[in-house]
């Protein structure tokens, strides 16, 4: 498995595997494993690329999952990052009061199936770790608590912790945290 920074010439194979796993595109079938929320297209892709914001997972020249790593800024086009914005300065972590300059939204994360639970995960969150880093030191992100794939994913396999729970848009939310000073180790 090849893990990288995205380019533009990965786009349309990174927005073919997002529309397999959307919301509002997934088979019902396949809903129970998984889904992502977060809405992209090539203009948000091209703008997440120029900011070393989209580490993807390479498989036989095939993407198989894709993370997206972005500032607070970039993430305030969507009204549930908004929210998520107005909220972060009631919350503490590692000592020190969350704020868009200390912190960063991780996700969404998306597998192919056929990958899940391989360590593609855990390879994504790394590699994406490793480059904000530079810039943050401290990672947030929120799962649907209706995906409890995504949570166990995130609470057992990445060890993030949880922060709080919240709900937006009749929905109930877990957001969790990670000091990206720590390499993460697979146990």
Aim: aromatic share 12%; with cysteine.
């Amino acid at each position: 498995m090849e893990y990288r920074l995205a380019t533009y010439n990965d786009i349309d194979n990174v927005l073919e595997l997002h529309k397999k796993y959307h919301i509002d595109t997934i088979k019902p079938e396949d809903k129970a494993d998984g889904f992502i929320t977060t809405l992209l297209n090539t203009e948000l892709l091209k703008e997440l690329i120029d900011q070393d914001g989209l580490v993807i997972a390479i498989n036989n020249k095939l993407v198989v999952g894709f993370v997206m790593s972005a500032s607070w800024e970039y993430c305030s086009k969507w009204p549930m990052f908004q929210y998520m914005i107005g909220k972060l300065g009631e919350l503490e972590y590692l000592g020190q009061k969350l704020t868009t300059y200390n912190s960063y939204q991780y996700g969404p994360v998306c597998i192919d199936k056929k990958f899940r639970g391989t360590g593609v995960l855990e390879g994504l969150f790394e590699y994406a770790r490793i480059i904000m880093n530079r810039k943050y030191p401290i990672l947030v992100t929120f799962v649907n608590k209706m995906n409890p794939r995504s949570v166990s994913a995130h609470t057992k396999k990445l060890k993030l912790d949880i922060i709080t729970e919240f709900e937006y848009n009749n929905k109930s939310y877990l957001e969790l945290v990670y000091d990206t000073s720590k390499e993460f180790k697979n146990s």
